[in-house]
């Protein structure tokens, strides 16, 4: 059987080789020569290829899969700054002008602790005022009475001998004293110690100022006493305007003792 795997040279007239018939192209043959075997090479090379490329396409997916979620996180940024946009706050403003806005602070808790101060005044006022006769006395401790007195002085009877110039005299003190508290109350919204005394001294002083714009005196219906002694009769302003004094004293003297550990910080 003639062997047709092997290839034969090509001879001349007189029997004599003079070369060879070229080679196959390996896509045509259907052997296991070389040929093949080197195209199986190159093509695994290029399956190689294929999956390098497929593997890079794999990163980029990956790559475009992460922009998404990096545009979430500025699409939240966004959001963010859209908001506050919208609400128009600016976190430096505060700072750079010393002043807290009043919209955006806890200044009405003062304000409403100073009202309800003045509510609790006025109310006791008008009751005693109504249900007593000036002068008369209601017997409840032994060393402490209800009773009926109108001052035109100061706090605790202050100046109370007054021919009348007092009254307008403590009505201006009053109101410029309530000027500059709600001045000191929006610079010091965020020290509450500090704060409540202030709001203390305000009710009290505007509980009074109605009286003697009101009036022309203040009601008085607290009166201590201890057998033949007795303190000035007062009322509940003047009650919150001492307690308002006592806790300034208190707050100055903490912030004394912070200075003193800390001195940096004053």
Same mark, same amino acid.
């Given at each position: 059987?003639? #062997?047709?795997?092997?290839?034969? @040279?090509?001879?001349?007239?007189?029997?004599?080789?003079?070369?060879?018939?070229?080679?196959?192209?390996?896509?045509?043959? =259907?052997?296991?020569?070389?040929?093949?075997?080197?195209?199986?090479?190159?093509?695994?090379?290029?399956?190689?290829?294929?999956?390098?490329?497929?593997?890079?396409?794999?990163?980029?997916?990956?790559?475009?899969?992460?922009? @998404?979620?990096?545009?979430?996180?500025?699409?939240?940024?966004?959001?963010? *700054?859209?908001?506050?946009?919208?609400?128009?706050?600016?976190? *430096?403003?505060?700072?750079?002008?010393?002043?807290?806005?009043?919209?955006?602070?806890?200044?009405?808790?003062?304000?409403?602790?100073? *009202?309800?101060?003045?509510?609790?005044?006025?109310?006791?006022?008008?009751?005693?005022?109504?249900?007593?006769?000036?002068?008369?006395?209601?017997?409840?401790?032994?060393?402490?009475?209800?009773?009926?007195?109108?001052?035109?002085?100061?706090?605790?009877?202050?100046?109370?001998?007054? =021919?009348?110039?007092?009254?307008?005299?403590?009505? *201006?003190?009053?109101?410029?004293?309530?000027?500059?508290?709600?001045?000191?109350?929006?610079?010091?919204?965020?020290?509450?110690?500090?704060?409540?005394?202030?709001?203390?001294?305000?009710?009290?002083?505007?509980?009074?100022?109605?009286?003697?714009?009101?009036?022309?005196?203040?009601? #008085?219906?607290?009166?201590?006493?201890?057998?033949?002694?007795?303190?000035?009769?007062?009322?509940?302003?003047?009650?919150?305007?001492?307690?308002?004094?006592?806790?300034?004293?208190? #707050?100055?003297?903490?912030?004394?003792?912070?200075?003193?550990?800390? @001195?940096?910080?004053?």
């Amino acid at each position: 059987m003639p #062997d047709i795997g092997k290839q034969r @040279p090509l001879r001349d007239s007189t029997g004599k080789a003079v070369g060879t018939p070229p080679s196959r192209p390996a896509s045509t043959a =259907h052997g296991t020569g070389a040929p093949v075997r080197s195209g199986q090479h190159e093509g695994t090379g290029s399956g190689a290829s294929i999956n390098a490329a497929q593997h890079t396409g794999t990163s980029a997916g990956a790559s475009v899969k992460s922009g @998404p979620r990096a545009g979430t996180v500025a699409g939240a940024s966004v959001s963010a *700054a859209q908001h506050e946009g919208k609400a128009g706050i600016s976190p *430096a403003a505060p700072e750079a002008t010393g002043v807290v806005p009043l919209g955006t602070n806890r200044l009405w808790r003062w304000l409403v602790l100073a *009202a309800l101060i003045v509510l609790l005044d006025q109310v006791t006022k008008i009751w005693f005022d109504g249900n007593l006769q000036f002068g008369e006395r209601w017997h409840i401790l032994p060393f402490f009475d209800f009773t009926l007195l109108y001052n035109t002085g100061a706090a605790f009877s202050f100046l109370a001998d007054g =021919h009348g110039w007092q009254r307008w005299f403590f009505t *201006a003190i009053a109101i410029g004293a309530v000027g500059l508290i709600l001045h000191l109350l929006r610079r010091s919204v965020g020290e509450p110690l500090f704060c409540t005394a202030l709001a203390c001294i305000l009710g009290g002083a505007v509980g009074n100022v109605i009286d003697r714009i009101q009036h022309g005196h203040v009601i #008085d219906f607290l009166l201590f006493y201890w057998n033949t002694w007795f303190f000035p009769a007062f009322n509940i302003a003047d009650v919150s305007i001492t307690i308002g004094a006592i806790l300034l004293v208190l #707050d100055e003297l903490l912030r004394m003792r912070r200075q003193r550990r800390n @001195p940096s910080k004053g």
